[in-house]
């Protein structure tokens, strides 16, 4: 479904991807783990067409992502979870959630997307007229899930979702994440650095050091894996 | 009676003010630079009006609301085509650029208009029926009912488009976090065109409503109305929509009062005596949040 080919990005002199590549086959949860700094999150800006490759290949269904405008890429069905969640603090949470089916024009598609939102979110309802700004970081992030679902995506990238968050929100959450992914069906690339939790929901992993891919195997293999284990799972 | 008079005479000016203010405000909330032709724009707002008064049919109510309409959408063009040619270009480029680039667009629209519009002032025509109303010895001329009626009018029409609309909430996303409007699927270019053209249409109405108080215009009619906007914004809160409302209508009254009191040979000085006095106390503006500007 997405295939990336040697991608690689830098930020003026500093070169953050040296070719990578990855991909994600349909209905599946793809995690990419990875340390501070490693470039997850430059990954995922740029195949959302925030940053511009050097070079290398973005494939969706076949068709090539590089050099789109980030609105572009949405239209095609991916949808973005920023790391950091950054939901419109200034907006209610209902019209954060338009603003998420900001491409969609059809009045009962988007009644449906916001019934769906809140049977996966029932307590994004119950805040339905409060601005933003004031909700939990928790809610801030079920909020940015749920903005990014209304858009009605094929595949979705999450930034981080576990990123400040209490322990038990964080189970929750990532409950969530797969019954996404079940229920409807919707491909995920899942970047975290919580490898534990993403290893476990995930079906296949990619471990991104500096930059580079230097593991990918099935996410119950990678759990195994020595390296993995020292490095990214707290223990040996 | 004579401080009610006063009282009227600076609400009709602070309401033009205001109208100026909206569009420095909202491509600020948008772009975060000051866009210096913003007050050219209210020049040519005039002279639209100016030209269009004489094609249409003026000084009869609905004529003067047509010219006023035309001019409107003549400047939100001319927005458009500002933005899309001197300041997207610059997208990504430090504010000072880009600021530097809105003063040279202004020194063009000047010179342009003293080279098509000549530079001589002329004496704008009447758009609407002429009539003074009288309470009691206090004086409402009816261009000065135009001016409340067109600027309440605008007012509520923008709330409505900023406040309701999806585009006018995509706005209020871009200005809060242009990255994630653009994850959203907001063509944030397209939401950036249509705030010069609200805020230029704006400012058009500015220019008319200007014009018929004040009645002769020329090309460098701009500059000071325009400044003194841009005070008014900054005193609301720059980026702050109802800031800027009520800056202009606050610096209006100020500026009329303290002519009022014998003091018209400041009648200029008083804004930036407000610009200097809320950048010392209250540097993000009545309405406006601080926060930390990266310029
Ligand atoms: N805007 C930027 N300008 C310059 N360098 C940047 C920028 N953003 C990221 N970098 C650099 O690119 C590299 C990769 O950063 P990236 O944000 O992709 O890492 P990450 O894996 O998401 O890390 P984290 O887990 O901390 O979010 C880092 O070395 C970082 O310093
Ligand atoms: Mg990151």
């Known amino acids: 479904m997405l295939e990336i080919k040697e991608l690689a990005v830098s930020y003026g002199a500093i070169t953050a991807l040296h070719g990578v590549s990855l991909s994600v086959k349909p209905g599946s949860i793809v995690t990419l783990i990875g340390g501070n700094g490693a470039g997850k999150t430059t990954t995922l800006r740029t195949v959302s067409g925030l940053l511009k490759p050097q070079a290398g290949e973005i494939l969706y269904n076949g068709k090539s992502l590089v050099g789109l405008k980030p609105h572009r890429v949405v239209e095609l069905g991916l949808s973005h979870v920023p790391e950091g969640r950054m939901v419109f603090a200034n907006l209610t949470v209902h019209e954060n959630l338009m603003m998420g089916a900001y491409l969609q024009r059809d009045k009962n598609l988007i009644r449906a997307s916001f019934e769906s939102v809140f049977a996966t979110f029932p307590r994004l309802q119950e805040r339905e007229q409060q601005v933003a700004g004031t909700l939990s970081g928790g809610e801030q992030q079920m909020l940015a899930i749920g903005r990014a679902l209304m858009s009605r995506p094929k595949f979705l990238m999450m930034d981080e979702p576990s990123l400040g968050i209490a322990p038990l929100l964080v189970k929750t959450i990532f409950e969530k994440i797969v019954e996404i992914n079940r229920t409807q069906g919707i491909t995920i690339l899942l970047v975290e650095q919580n490898a534990n939790l993403a290893l476990e929901i995930s079906h296949f992993g990619y471990v991104l050091e500096t930059g580079k891919i230097i593991l990918s195997d099935n996410s119950a293999a990678l759990r195994q894996n020595p390296q993995v284990k020292s490095a990214y799972l707290g223990g040996g | ?295």
């Open chain 2, 1 to 295: 009676m004579e401080f009610l008079q006063q009282l009227i005479n600076g609400l009709s000016l602070g309401a033009i003010y205001a109208l100026i203010a909206l569009g420095y405000t909202m491509v600020y909330g948008v772009l975060r630079f000051i866009n210096f032709a913003h007050s050219d724009v209210f020049m040519v707002g005039a002279f639209a009006g100016f030209y269009l008064g004489r094609v249409l049919p003026a000084a009869s109510f609905g004529g003067g609301l047509l010219v006023l309409f035309g001019a409107m959408v003549i400047c939100a063009v001319l927005g458009v085509v500002i933005e899309k040619l001197a300041y997207r270009p610059l997208r990504g480029r430090s504010t000072l650029t880009v600021l530097i680039t809105a003063i040279g667009v202004s020194l063009l629209l000047q010179n342009a208009g003293q080279l098509i519009f000549g530079a001589n002032p002329k004496s704008f025509p009447k758009l609407f029926p002429q009539h003074n109303f009288t309470f009691g010895g206090m004086v409402l001329s009816s261009d000065q009912i135009a001016v409340f009626v067109v600027t309440i009018a605008i007012l509520l029409g923008l709330h409505y488009i900023v406040m309701k609309t999806r585009i006018g909430t995509a706005m209020r996303a871009l200005s809060f976090n242009p990255t994630a409007a653009s994850l959203v699927g907001i063509n944030n270019d397209m939401v950036i065109s249509f705030t010069f053209a609200l805020g230029s249409a704006l400012a058009a109405a500015g220019g008319i409503l200007y014009a018929i108080n004040y009645p002769s215009i020329d090309p460098l009619m701009g500059t000071l109305p325009g400044l003194k906007a841009f005070v008014a914004a900054v005193l609301g809160g720059i980026g702050n929509i109802p800031g800027a409302a009520l800056g202009g209508v606050l610096l209006g009254l100020i500026e009329t009062l303290v002519v009022a009191m014998g003091g018209s040979t400041y009648r200029d000085a008083v804004a930036f005596a407000v610009l200097i006095l809320i950048l010392l106390v209250r540097p993000s503006g009545l309405l406006g949040k601080l926060q930390a500007e990266k310029v």
